[in-house]
């Protein structure tokens, strides 16, 4: 098992924002991890990236335990975290922002990771050294998943990537989440685009207010018409109009 | 030819408050911490680099370890080196242990009053150890001058300049092309998204404070060469005045405050030349105000500065 979470807790203060979560991703996976606004969704991100500590329960990865290290320490062991918003440099150039994602290796193979993000994507090749502001979101997006990979990781996270992309762009971003996938990316998908979420997925788990509720094959959670209505809101179930 | 004389002595003055205008602006762009504690660590090394070649390593009275006045060349090697060690102390006790016991910290005040405290602290520290007076600095002889078309450059003063401008050009290096320097901007602009990346705050975090250590204690000790006297309150005037160097270039840019020291330096020589001694305050304060009313983010700066939530 690539990533294996025990009976996770996050509480900041008196707020209890995960619940007992179990999850796991197997080597090779897209697990999906669907929720409302506020079910703790981005909570328990941070806690597996370690932005936060845990107040209970366990988190290994690869079959080592990594609940009291460092997010430096987990970026080494190849798990990323792709966060909401892109979280780019805005003050540093395309290529310097990449250059980040390498912040941490130590071997001298990142330079050959890095070039193939540029051929992956040639929109950042042609603006490599323009201010990362300059980029559409879209490009923005594909900056903060390349800044990923140069670390070459084992487990992507993201974290509601499709969120304010055309529907052009959120297309495109479900392909390139396959396609990372087939290159061997193991991939952890926190989205509220429910049902083009479950279409890359292979499984996936539903949050409600910081616990889980369902989890199951991502067809059987397509089709589970209780879903849309109990916990995931009005966008469930039922295609994005304007994801098509 | 005067003229020329005083522009020449404006722009040694003003590579002083260049020095430490760097280690303000520095200090400010990663952490967004205004460091409190700067003019104290320049007075400090100013005051080490005396009290060392003059007096010796205080032992306070235990007997047969006595170690006597030092040279001059070293006592300016151990000064730099312990203002160094006094900036990492500060950032212990200051930014970290404070960080670390009440979480983040947005709240700037904490380490901001805590930085005053320092101030304070270091300055009465060296006062009830060495007294108030200004002391002799026993330098290398500060009058050896070069006449260039009758011009006095005195040759430490030109030295220090070179020395200064390396210092900076090689910090500025450091922090557009180094991994280092990568880290530290990152941390500056997002926090969160750093250490996503794997950077350490609480690793590069001292680096900040080494660097602002180092350009302290070298601003001090030339400080001591340069005009031969040191004294307890010799960080006061200079860290204002820095500070306003800083303001006038930036916050946060590393060139805004080289500009910005050398233009306070030289209003100060050029106001004395021509409207006398009096008018320094008015002259070089009045130029910040004008300066902040045309251009509020300074001359260099970038309008996102002051805005870092580590």
Redesign the interface.
């Known amino acids: 098992m690539l990533l294996e979470v025990t009976g996770l807790h996050v509480r900041y203060g008196r707020t209890h924002a995960v619940k007992a979560v179990d999850l796991h991703v197997a080597e090779g996976e897209i697990v999906t991890v669907l929720g409302a606004n506020g079910a703790g969704k981005t909570s328990l991100l941070r806690a597996l ?1 370690g ?1 936060v500590k845990p107040a209970g329960g366990s988190i290994r990865f690869a079959g080592d335990d990594l609940t009291a290290q ?3 320490e987990r ?2 062991r190849g798990m ?2 792709v ?1 909401e918003g892109r ?6 150039s395309v290529h ?1 922002n990449l ?3 390498a ?2 290796r130590r071997d001298g193979d990142w330079a050959r990771d890095l070039k193939s993000v540029y051929d992956r994507f040639p929109n950042l090749a042609e603006r490599r050294d323009m201010p990362a502001s300059v980029l559409s979101g879209g490009e923005q997006q594909m900056l903060a998943i390349g ?1 990923a990979l140069v ?1 070459r990781p084992r487990l992507v996270m993201l974290d509601e990537p499709s969120l304010g992309l055309s529907p052009l762009f959120v297309n495109n971003l479900f392909n390139l989440i396959k396609e990372l996938n087939r290159d061997g990316i193991s991939i952890l998908l926190v989205e509220q685009n429910t049902a083009m979420a479950l279409e890359v997925a292979s499984r996936g788990y539903v949050l409600e207010l910081g616990s889980l509720v369902l989890e199951g094959g991502a067809d059987a959670l397509a089709g589970n018409a209780a879903l849309a209505e109990a916990y995931l809101g009005d966008h469930a179930a039922k295609p994005e109009p304007d994801a098509a | 030819m005067l003229f020329l004389q005083q522009v020449s002595n404006g722009i040694m003055l003003g590579s002083v408050y260049v020095t430490v205008a760097v280690a303000f602006t520095l200090t400010i762009g990663v952490l967004n911490f205004l460091n409190f504690t700067i003019p104290t660590l320049f007075m400090l090394a100013g005051m080490l680099a005396w009290a060392l070649s003059t007096w010796g390593v205080p032992t306070w009275g235990v007997p047969f370890v006595h170690i006597g006045p030092m040279p001059w060349q070293a006592a300016l090697l151990f000064a730099v080196a312990a203002t160094v060690v006094a900036s990492l102390l500060v950032e212990r006790f200051t930014f970290r242990f404070l960080k670390t016991r009440y979480g983040d910290a947005t709240e700037h005040a904490i380490p901001l009053v805590s930085s005053l405290g320092f101030l304070l602290i270091i300055e009465n520290l060296v006062r009830i150890g060495y007294g108030t007076d200004t002391q002799r600095f026993p330098g290398p002889q500060a009058d050896m001058s070069v006449n260039i078309g009758g011009i006095f450059l005195r040759v430490p003063q030109l030295v220090s300049l070179v020395i200064v401008l390396g210092i900076v050009a090689g910090l500025n290096w450091i922090l557009r092309h180094s991994r280092i320097g990568r880290g530290l901007r990152a941390i500056a602009e997002n926090p969160d998204a750093a250490n996503i990346l794997g950077v350490q705050a609480n690793k590069l975090v001292p680096v900040v404070f080494m660097l602002t250590g180092l350009l302290c204690g070298l601003a001090g000790v030339l400080f001591a060469i340069n005009y031969g006297e040191v004294s307890p309150q010799m960080g006061d005037d200079i860290g204002s005045k820095a500070i306003a160097g800083m303001v006038l270039g930036g916050l946060g840019s590393i060139w805004g405050a080289v500009i910005g020291g050398l233009i306070i330096g030289l209003t100060e020589m050029l106001t004395i030349h021509f409207f006398g001694a009096d008018t320094v305050q008015v002259a070089v304060w009045g130029l910040l105000l004008l300066t902040l009313f045309l251009r509020p983010q300074g001359l260099f700066g970038h309008h996102s500065i002051g805005k870092g939530k580590l």
């Open positions: 990236h932005a460092s997010s430096a970026v080494t990323m975290l966060p979280q780019i440099f805005v003050s540093m310097e250059l980040m994602g912040y941490l800044r670390s």
